[in-house]
Nanobody
Framework: QVQLVESGGGSVQAGGSLRLSCAAS????????IGWFRQTPGKEREFVAS????????EYADSVKGRFTIARDNAKNTVFLQMTSLAPEDTAVYYC???????????????????WGQGSQVTVSS
């Protein structure tokens, strides 16, 4: 089972940018669809973006379309989430995980992912 580690979070002012990284040590990472989710206290984990193993498909939550970009470098076993035009409502702990479902609709559901890391805190101040 692939295990992932997030990094790159921090604190920025509204309008700023951050890039998150999601790294794995397993070779199977390159065959996995990877997703980013975020969570705030008292709320369920929310889908942010996903990318297929061959980069043929990328999906985004409506709330981040046009502002966030997901990309991957399989040679480095890393997926990135470039976040721009950040707003206070983007404040959350961001997690990445590997998709193990079989249907498109499951891409957006956290329970179909595995290998969750410890998360990376992103704080956006107004």
């Amino acid at each position: 089972q692939v295990q992932l580690v997030e990094s790159g979070g921090g604190s920025v002012q509204a309008g700023g940018s951050l890039r998150l990284s999601c790294a794995a040590s397993e070779r199977t990472f390159s065959t996995s669809t990877i997703g980013w989710f975020r969570q705030t206290p008292g709320k369920e984990r929310e889908f942010v973006a996903s990318i297929t193993n061959n980069d043929a498909g990328r999906e985004y939550a409506d709330s981040v379309k046009g502002r966030f970009t997901i990309a991957r470098d399989n040679a480095k076993n890393t997926v990135f989430l470039q976040m721009t035009s950040l707003a206070p409502e983007d404040t959350a702990v961001y997690y990445c995980a590997a998709f193990h479902g079989g249907f498109f609709s499951q891409l957006f559901v956290a329970s179909y992912y595995t290998g969750w890391g410890q998360g990376s805190q992103v704080t956006v101040s107004s």
